[in-house]
């Protein structure tokens, strides 16, 4: 479902991202895991056409992100390391100005809106102004603009940082519900997430890919946690970014 070949991406002389490939099928859910500035978010804005990459290729369902990138945003939903809210408006006007613009259909529209309220527990909000909202319910808006519309990819960029225990533990179930009707690419740098919600684990540190496993051999591998492959992983490319 997602496609990733020698993808590079340079911000002037810095090489955020040196020939990252990876696969990810149909239904899996993915921990991109790595240390800050390990290229993780590049990666992500990649894969979501919001700007294009200094070499390498990466398709979407078939569909190669910088050619089609039409195609690829009616497949693709993003929930960016910081979500752009409308701060004026309210959660029901947000959600149905993104539902124009990903073009859903006019009379899906309505019913679509109220099945993300519901799945993101967001009904007792929707008319309330964005600014007003606390720091989880923003962030189950900003899950619901992804998941509106049904996209088969979703891609979330450190989905519960900067959030309370509580909260944490509500977005963490939210999108283990996901799992089923969409392949998901979550970033994280906290370990206990990947084995809490992901069923396989990409480990990348400074912009290159060091690990690609299932949850269940890295943590099977002569009883070694997820933390000791985490650690090992960095050490056998000279330590954290
Ligand atoms: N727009 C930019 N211009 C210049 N350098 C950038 C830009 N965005 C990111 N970088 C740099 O690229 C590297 C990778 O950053 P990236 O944001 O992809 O890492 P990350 O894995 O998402 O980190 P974090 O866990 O802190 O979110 C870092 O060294 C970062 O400082
Ligand atoms: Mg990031």
Do not use: W
Request: glycine share 10%; proline share 5%; aromatic share 6%.
């Amino acid at each position: 479902m997602i496609e990733v070949k020698d993808l590079t991406k340079n911000y002037g002389d810095l090489a955020a991202v040196q020939g990252i490939s990876f696969n990810v099928e149909q239904g899996q859910v993915i921990g991109f895991l790595g240390p800050n500035g390990a290229g993780k978010s590049t990666t992500m804005r990649i894969l979501t056409g919001f700007f294009p990459a200094s070499a390498g290729t990466a398709t979407i369902d078939g569909f190669e992100v910088h050619q089609h990138p039409m195609e690829v945003k009616r497949r693709v939903g993003y929930l960016p390391e910081r979500v752009p809210l409308y701060e004026e408006m309210t959660v029901k006007a947000f959600l149905t100005f993104v539902a124009n613009s990903k073009h859903l259909k006019r009379n899906a529209i309505k019913g679509e809106i109220e099945r993300v309220l519901d799945r993101c527990g967001l009904e007792p909000m929707v008319s309330r102004t964005i600014g007003h909202l606390s720091k989880g319910y923003r962030q189950r808006v900003g899950l619901a603009q992804a998941i509106l519309g049904a996209p088969p990819v979703l891609i979330l960029d450190e989905p519960t940082s900067g959030l309370d225990p509580k909260q944490i533990i509500e977005i963490r179930q939210m999108i283990k519900s996901f799992a089923g009707d969409h392949t998901v690419l979550i970033s994280t740098h906290i370990l206990p997430e990947v084995s809490m919600v992901c069923d396989h684990v990409i480990i990348i540190n400074k912009g290159k890919v060091v690990t690609r496993d299932s949850m269940e051999n890295l943590t099977a591998k002569g009883g070694t946690s997820l933390e000791d492959a985490f650690m090992a992983a960095l050490a056998k490319d000279g330590g954290a970014a």
